[in-house]
């Protein structure tokens, strides 16, 4: 059952009696600094959690969440570039060697890009989200140009926004750079909520199977 905040405090008592505890000197030395080898960037959705799915320790993953795990593509107009930012600081600072967009079933982000019903909404009715998943309105067209907008369109657009999200990446310059000198590798995946299973993107066609 969801907990309120309270609740939160009170778990974290039991981790800092419990896995803090146990885990003392692997703190210690997280305390002077991070080295992770992954980004992963995923969805804001309280039902998927990477560090979870992946059962990683603390150190393990940087990870950006945002609404439907999307990527810009690079820019510096006007406006505060938060996934840029953590992006560039994970690819540059961190040196990390793999970029893992990971999607999931169900996603809000993208029933909304595929139903348009937050099209044309006020700020704060809608209007945010609407301007945020317009990044993937050309997954949207060639998604129901050949599915339709139903249950499978749902779970193909899912799929078309992470190809989606990985050619942007390759917009930015330090990500193509370090990709073609082999020092980075651009992945995707896509986890079923419901079934537990993890998909993950082949090169070629970009087919999600089983891991």
Sequence with gaps: MPRDVAGLI????????????????????????????????????????????????PGELFVIRNVANLVPPFETGGGYHGVSAALEFAVTQLKVGEILIMGHASCGGCAAALSQGFKDAEKGAGGFVADWISLLDEAREKVVAEKGTGAEAQTAIEWEGIRSSIKNLRTFPFVKEREDAGELKLRGAWFGIAEGQLRVMQDGEGAFEPA
């Excluded at 981790?15 to 885990?23: A, G, H, K, L, V």
């Excluded at 002077?32 to 320790?57: E, M, N, W």
């Design 10 to 57: 009170e778990g974290y008592h039991r981790f800092r009696n419990e896995d803090w505890e146990q885990e003392k000197a692997e703190w210690e030395t997280l305390s002077k600094g991070q080295k992770p080898k992954v980004l992963v960037i995923a969805c804001s959705d309280s039902r998927v959690d990477p560090t979870q799915i992946f059962d990683a320790k």
